[in-house]
């Protein structure tokens, strides 16, 4: 199975100023079709999860713009360009280039 | 909109059964792939099972393999997990979600406890 790890798990953020999770792969995420399915949710309390980027870098409909993703091969980074209150949450990065498809342990964002 | 809403959760002795469910709308049922994801009380996210768009192929992660049975219902625009011999490890929040490779909308979950 690919593991998933992340640092940090627990990330404190001021408004205002930026934050990154890094998130890397035990194997290459890079499919035969060129196309590396890495992709970044947030859970936040009481909601069910939503998903911000997929494919590495690409923005989901109604992602604000202010988050992005980067990254290749084994190593991807979900940026925060300035964070917001309503950032908090627990992010998550997911693989579904090899089965079974695996997920991160989670990062914790608070502020 | 894409809407999803799970169904049929509840409190289990541990060896028994439950039969969740999920109902879509806002999209074309048919024509995507499906599955379940949960996650159980103060841990991650968990991968369950993914089922084509005509159930000629379905995926189990190995704690459900042989437990657990995906299905779908494409003229109700339902999709199914049948769980049986319960464990204890099995309690969680289950989400179903839409399955482009991403999961790209999800439902609210439903909450399946496995205690005596």
């Known amino acids: 199975d690919v593991v998933m790890t992340q640092t940090p798990l627990s990330l404190s953020v001021t408004p205002g100023q930026p934050a990154s999770i890094s998130c890397k792969s035990s194997q290459s995420l890079l499919y035969t079709n060129g196309r590396t399915f890495l992709y970044w949710y947030v859970l936040k309390t009481g909601r069910s999860p939503q998903l911000l980027i997929y494919e590495v870098s690409k923005r989901f409909s109604g992602a604000p713009e202010r988050f992005s993703g980067s990254g290749s091969g084994t190593d991807f980074t979900l940026t925060i360009s300035r964070v917001e209150a309503e950032d908090v949450g627990l992010y998550y990065c997911m693989q579904s280039t090899h089965l079974p498809i695996t997920f991160g342990p989670g990062t914790t964002v608070d502020l | 909109e894409v809407h999803l809403v799970e169904s049929g959760g509840g409190l289990v002795r541990p060896g028994g059964s439950l039969r969740l469910s999920c109902e879509a709308s806002?999209?074309?049922?048919?024509?995507?792939?499906m599955t379940w994801v949960r996650q159980a009380p103060g841990r991650g996210l968990e991968w369950v099972a993914n089922?084509?768009?005509?159930?000629?192929?379905?995926n189990y992660a190995d704690p459900v393999r042989g437990r657990f049975t995906i299905s779908r219902d494409n003229a109700k625009n339902s999709l199914y997990l049948q769980m049986n011999s319960l464990r204890a490890e099995d309690s969680a929040i289950y989400y179903c979600?839409?399955?482009?490779?991403?999961?790209?909308?999800w439902g609210r979950g439903t909450l399946v406890t496995v205690s005596s």
């Open positions: 979600a839409r399955y482009v490779r991403a999961f790209d909308y």
């Open positions: 806002g999209f074309t049922f048919s024509s995507y792939w």
């Open positions: 089922i084509k768009e005509d159930e000629t192929e379905k």
